[in-house]
């Protein structure tokens, strides 16, 4: 068992940065990765992007590419979710989940075993 919790949401205001940290526990990820999706009301959740945490390989969404940042610290068990130039569109729940790592499509959240439980952002214009 993996357990995640979210921290660092809140309400700020567009342009400004924001860290959202994922402290994990219950057992060594040598063999995972860590993804952080978000979810907007009405909408899907969608994939934000994805850290392993054996090698610290990162991928992203296409469309997020440049503003959001994915690192880890492993004396911590913590992965982290830089956002840079915060906009308006991206307001919603995210979320830090876990999985183990194989080859399979990291982007998919049905592939993830282990869930957060969010932490709500919500940027103001």
């Known amino acids: 068992q993996v357990q995640l919790v979210e921290s660092g949401g809140g309400l700020v205001q567009a342009g400004e940065p924001l860290r959202l940290s994922c402290v994990a526990s219950?057992?060594?990820?040598?063999?995972?990765?860590l993804g952080w999706f978000r979810q907007a009301p009405g909408k899907e959740r969608e994939f934000v992007g994805a850290i392993s945490w054996s090698d610290a390989q990162t991928i992203y969404a296409e469309s997020l590419k440049g503003r959001f940042t994915i690192s880890k610290d492993n004396a911590k068990m913590t992965v982290y979710l830089q956002i840079n130039s915060l906009e308006p569109a991206d307001t919603g729940v995210y979320y830090c989940?876990?999985?183990?790592?194989?080859?399979?499509?990291?982007?998919?959240?049905?592939?993830?075993?282990?869930w957060g439980q969010g932490t709500q952002v919500t940027v103001s214009s």
């Open positions: 219950g057992r060594t990820l040598r063999h995972h990765i």
């Open positions: 989940a876990a999985r183990l790592k194989t080859l399979r499509d990291w982007s998919i959240p049905s592939g993830y075993d282990y």
